[in-house]
C-alpha cells in the first residue's frame, strides 16, 4: 500500500468532548448536560477556557490515574452536592443530574467507574412535585398579557398536552383542523415532533385553533407569507411607524421563536400579570411554586383524566406506555372520540350556553307546557322544543321532584 493510500485512510481522533456530545440527542439535552457537566469539571480545577478544554484536561487525568482515583474524585463532588442539599441550596434530583452529564462522559470515553458504589450514597428524589395545577381564573389573565403570542402558547400547550420543546419542530402544515358534519371545527390534529423518533400526534380544541389561526392571519395580513413551512412561533416585528401611526409591513422575514424565549416570555407574563411573584433568593427560595409551562400540561392531564381513558392520555401526552404499546393500539378516530369528551373541560372561555345546551340535551327531558305554566306561571322561556326554568339546570334536575312534592305530576 503506497504512502498516498495510507495518509488518506489516516483518521483524526476524536476528542473526548466530541464523542459525549455524540450522545446527547434532543436540544434540551444538548443545552443542559455541558452545564451540568461543567459544574463538575470546575470544582475538580480542571483548567480550560471552555468546557471542551476541561473535558479534554479530564479525560488526559483519568487515562493516567487509577479507577479508584477517579470515582473518589467523583465522591467528593457528590459529598460535597449533598452538603448544599442539607443547606436547601440545590435538591436531590439536581445532584442527579450532575450524575447523569459525568457518567455519560465516562461511557463514551471508556472511563471505567463503580457507578453501582456511588449511586448507593445518593439521597432519594421525591417522586413527584407539589407545585399546583393552574386554575382557569389564572390561565385567564395570563391570556390578557400584551403579547399577540401568549394566547395561542397558552391555549395549544394545555389542550394538547405537549412539552415545551414540541414548539421548536412545529411549522403550520403540522395543524389540521378536523370538521363535523356541518363544517364546524371541532378540534384540531397536531402532529409532535416531526420527522423525529419521537414523533406522535395529539389534538388541540377549536379554541385554541381559533387562536392559533387568527395569530397567522395577524401575521399575513404585515405582510408575511404563510406556508405550510411557516414556524408557527416567530419573532415579534415593528408593527406600526411611531411618527406617523401607521402599520409598517415589517414581517416579511420571520426568525423562529425557540422554546428558550417561550419559557421567558410566559415567565415573564407570569409576574407583571400577579400570578407569580419574584424568587426570595435570601429565604432561600429556589423554585417558583408556580411552574412556567410544565403547569399546562398538568392541567391537561388532571382534565382529561376525569373524562377519557388513562391509557388514552398517555398516548395523546407522548408517554411511554411500556408493554402496553405492543398490544394497545387504539385507531386515531378512537382517541379522537375520546378526547371530544375532554374539549368542554380544557376550554378556558366556555360559552356558557353551548355548555348549557349540551347539558340538557344530556337529560333528555321534556316538559309540556300547560305543566309549567300552571307551576310558575309566566316565568319560564323556550329553548327550541324544550321549556326550561330560567334558574338553570340544577333546578331542572330537580323539576321532577318540585312536581311531585306539590301533587301535580
Known amino acids: 500500500m503506497s504512502d498516498q493510500t495510507t495518509a488518506s485512510l489516516s483518521i483524526t481522533r476524536l476528542t473526548a468532548y466530541t464523542k459525549f456530545r455524540m450522545a446527547l440527542k434532543s436540544k434540551e439535552v444538548q443545552r443542559q448536560y455541558p452545564n451540568l457537566l461543567e459544574r463538575f469539571l470546575d470544582f475538580c480545577k480542571f483548567k480550560g477556557s471552555n468546557v471542551e478544554e476541561k473535558v479534554q484536561s479530564f ?8 479507577q479508584e482515583e477517579i470515582e473518589d474524585l467523583i465522591i467528593r463532588f457528590v459529598l460535597f452536592q449533598k452538603e448544599r442539599i442539607d443547606n436547601k ?6 445532584l442527579r443530574n450532575y450524575l447523569k452529564a459525568i457518567k455519560l462522559l465516562c461511557k463514551m470515553n471508556r472511563i471505567n467507574v463503580f457507578w453501582d458504589m456511588i449511586s448507593r450514597s445518593l439521597p432519594k428524589v421525591k417522586q413527584y412535585a407539589n407545585d399546583p395545577v393552574p386554575t382557569t381564573d389564572e390561565i385567564k389573565k395570563i391570556i390578557e398579557y400584551p403579547d399577540r403570542r401568549i394566547k395561542p402558547i397558552v391555549l395549544l400547550s394545555l389542550s394538547s398536552g405537549i412539552r415545551v420543546g414540541a414548539w421548536d419542530y412545529m411549522k403550520w402544515n403540522h395543524i389540521t383542523p378536523i370538521n363535523d358534519e356541518s363544517g364546524a371545527i371541532v378540534a384540531a390534529k397536531l402532529l409532535v415532533y416531526p420527522n423525529e423518533p419521537e414523533e406522535y400526534f395529539t389534538f388541540m380544541t377549536p379554541e385554541a385553533y381559533s387562536a392559533i389561526k387568527e395569530w397567522m392571519d395577524f401575521r399575513s395580513s404585515f405582510g408575511e407569507e404563510i406556508t ?7 419573532n415579534t416585528w415593528q408593527k406600526v411607524k411611531p411618527r406617523y401611526s401607521h402599520r409598517v409591513g415589517l414581517a416579511r422575514y420571520p426568525k423562529p421563536f425557540r422554546s428558550t424565549g417561550i419559557k421567558t416570555l410566559v415567565g415573564r407574563a ?7 411573584s419574584r424568587l426570595n433568593l435570601a429565604n432561600g427560595q429556589k423554585k417558583h411554586e408556580w411552574k412556567t409551562l410544565h403547569g399546562f400540561r398538568k392541567f ?3 382534565q382529561t383524566e376525569r373524562v377519557m381513558k ?3 392520555v398517555e398516548i395523546l401526552m407522548g408517554h411511554d406506555i411500556g408493554l402496553a404499546n405492543s398490544y394497545c393500539k387504539p385507531s386515531e378516530h378512537e382517541l379522537f372520540e375520546d378526547y371530544l369528551k375532554a ?4 376550554t378556558v372561555n366556555q360559552n356558557k350556553n ?3 345546551e349540551k347539558e340538557i340535551d344530556g337529560l333528555n327531558v321534556r316538559y309540556p307546557l300547560s305543566l309549567l305554566v300552571t307551576l310558575l306561571g309566566s316565568s319560564i322561556f323556550c329553548w327550541s322544543d324544550l321549556w326550561l326554568i330560567p334558574f338553570g339546570v340544577d333546578s331542572l334536575i330537580n323539576f321532577p321532584h318540585v312536581l311531585y312534592s306539590n301533587n301535580i305530576w
Request: charged share 25%; aromatic share 10%; glycine share 8%.
Open 228 to 234: 405550510g413551512e411557516s414556524w408557527v412561533l416567530r
Open 354 to 356: 353551548k355548555r348549557l
Open 59 to 66: 479525560y488526559e487525568f483519568a487515562r493516567t490515574k487509577s
Open 310 to 312: 388513562s391509557l388514552n
Open 300 to 302: 391537561f392531564k388532571t
Open 89 to 94: 441550596e440545590i435538591t436531590s434530583g439536581t
Open 270 to 276: 407570569l409576574q407583571i400579570q400577579g400570578i407569580r
Open 343 to 346: 374539549v368542554d373541560l380544557l
